[in-house]
Every structure is written in structure tokens, then in C-alpha cells.
């Protein structure tokens, strides 16, 4: 995998008058905590240096050169987690953890799809279902990115986590039965028109049953309203 690098400083302030000021000034903060160290280092970053340095890969290992105001040290960390304003397309805060080239490390890699299918040139449907498979190995075994050759996927096939060839250095975590990709057959288009037929039956039906009720309904209380006339003054007399 590439190592991406990036400048960053120490900071002191925290809070969130110190966040605001940060983003209007074009400034990210980060931490950076590690196993081997006895306590988390407070960073800052420039905004336009970060999206340069994470580009379209927001997974990975990361190169920091950190400034501490005196002298510049070198670390090699991986992005665990970050806070992302997807409103302003800006990024807001970033975990590192600090990882050693001895140390294995789990992490997601990115599934990139290759060719043309087959079975979608003769009409089928491709599904990208995974994304993303969790891998655990070295820093320097990480690989860039899994391509899936997609070119033989007939309609009705797919391709399986299990499919990939990795080497024995780099252990897949993901259940090795999920499907990454698959192409399924298409709807005929009889079944479109007779599920259309269907629907336009039924909806007619459910009118003219709702209009007969009515009508009845209707009749019946005009005869209720003949029926209950006011009595005539004879019969008032004799009450």
C-alpha cells in the first residue's frame, strides 16, 4: 500500500471555542494515540493538506511528520476514524493510530470492479452488494485496493469474498460466503404488463364496489327522511 504524507502540529487548545476557530481558519484537528505511547498527542492539520493527502482514499496508512514547535518526527500511522461535514465537503476531526512495520493491524480495503460482464451486455443486472473487506496482516503487506474481474459473471453468477486471491501474508476477516457482485436476470416485460393488468382489475373493482354501497346507502336514507315525516295537526290534537 501507499504511504501518504502529511504535515501536522502539535496544539494546546481544546474546547469548542478552539474547534470554531480552527474551522474558520482552515485548520482540522486529529489525534494520535497509540498502544506504545503513555499518552495521546493533540494534532492540527491544514484542511487543504489533509483532502491532498487523503484524495479519495480515507483508509490507510499515513506518513505524519509532526511538528512539536522544536524539531520534526516522523510516524507511521493508519486512519482509524474521522468526523466529515458532508454538507461542506470538509472534514472536521481525525483519529491516527500509531502502528510499528512488527505489528499487525486490521483494517478495511476497498473492492474496485474490472471488466464487463458478460451477463450484463446480454441484458442482466450487476449488483455491487461489497464494498469493503476487513483484513488483518503487516503495515508494509496492506494492498492498495481488491480488483474483481467481473468479465465472466454470466447472468445468474456472482462473486464471492472467498474468490479473492490473496497472499498468504494478508488474512480476509470477512465471512468468506458474502457476495461482493452479482448479475441477475432482468424482468420480462410480460410480467410487467400482467402485474399492470392486475393492479388496474383490482383497483377497478374496489371502484365499483365502493360506488354500489354508496348508491344504496344514499337510497335508503332518503326513504328513512320520506318515512319520518313531522305529524299533522290532527294528530297533534288528539296526543
Avoid at 483508509?59 to 486512519?79: A, P, Q, T, W, Y
Avoid at 460482464?117 to 503495515?139: K, N, Y
Wanted: charged residues 40%; aromatic residues 4%; contains cysteine.
Amino acid at each position: 500500500m501507499e504511504k501518504r504524507k502529511l504535515k501536522v502540529e502539535l496544539r494546546n487548545e481544546t474546547g469548542k471555542g478552539a474547534n470554531r476557530r480552527f474551522r474558520k481558519e482552515g485548520i482540522v484537528t486529529g489525534v494520535l494515540y497509540s498502544p506504545h505511547d503513555k499518552d495521546n498527542l493533540l494534532l492540527k492539520m491544514k484542511r487543504d493538506d489533509l483532502r491532498r493527502s487523503l484524495t479519495d482514499k480515507r483508509h490507510g496508512l499515513v506518513n505524519l511528520e509532526i511538528d512539536d514547535g522544536k524539531k520534526k518526527n516522523k510516524r507511521l500511522v493508519m486512519i482509524k476514524d474521522f468526523q466529515y461535514n458532508s454538507l461542506k465537503k470538509q472534514f472536521l476531526h481525525v483519529d491516527f493510530y500509531g502502528v510499528t512495520l512488527k505489528e499487525k493491524i486490521t483494517m478495511k480495503i476497498n473492492v474496485e470492479l474490472t471488466g464487463e460482464s458478460i451477463g450484463v451486455e446480454e441484458g442482466g443486472i450487476l449488483e455491487f452488494e461489497l464494498r469493503e473487506i476487513e483484513i488483518e496482516c503487516l503495515p508494509s503487506n496492506i494492498p492498495d485496493t481488491f480488483k474483481v474481474d467481473i468479465t465472466n459473471l454470466e447472468v445468474g453468477d456472482h462473486y464471492s469474498v472467498g474468490d479473492i486471491d490473496v497472499s498468504e501474508e494478508v488474512k480476509i476477516l470477512t465471512d468468506l460466503d458474502r457476495t461482493i457482485a452479482s448479475v441477475v436476470p432482468p424482468m420480462k416485460e410480460e410480467e410487467v404488463v400482467e402485474e399492470e393488468e392486475e393492479e388496474g382489475v383490482e383497483g377497478a373493482e374496489g371502484v365499483e364496489g365502493v360506488e354500489g354501497v354508496e348508491g344504496e346507502t344514499g337510497e335508503g336514507k332518503k326513504e328513512e327522511k320520506t318515512g319520518a315525516e313531522k305529524p299533522s295537526s290532527e294528530t297533534r290534537k288528539e296526543k
